[in-house]
């Protein structure tokens, strides 16, 4: 059974940082590309930070220089650290794990809030 699990969100004050963790199992995960998505109030899910299975990263623009994602191999997990939080990052934010087979995974979503 593949489970994605998100963990660290919560409330935080514009300017502060949160970090996110999302601990994979049930799949190899070395080989999968991980990206986190986020959904905020009225939006559609979009794409903040991909990495792949050999570390090669990308962001959206409205996070770069803000938020780093990184993956342990030996932890099969994956993390997104973000920093100077704004109002418009409120959302729930997803995990998902990618092989370019067709196999596609997502987590259950991690609520963060950015507000003074």
């Known amino acids: 059974q593949v489970q994605l699990v998100e963990s660290g969100g919560g409330l935080v004050q514009p300017g502060g940082s949160l970090r996110l963790s999302c601990a994979v199992s049930g799949i190899i995960f070395r080989r999968y590309s991980m990206g986190w998505y986020r959904q905020g109030p009225g939006k559609q899910r979009e794409l903040v930070a991909g990495i792949t299975s050999g570390g090669s990263t990308n962001y959206a623009d409205a996070v770069k220089g803000r938020f780093t994602i990184s993956r342990d191999n030996a932890k099969n997990t994956v993390y997104l650290e973000m920093n100077s939080l704004k109002p418009e990052d409120t959302a729930v934010y997803y995990c998902?794990?990618?092989?370019?087979?067709?196999?596609?995974?997502w987590g259950q979503g991690t609520q963060v809030t950015v507000s003074a």
């Open positions: 998902n794990a990618n092989l370019n087979t067709g196999r596609n995974y």
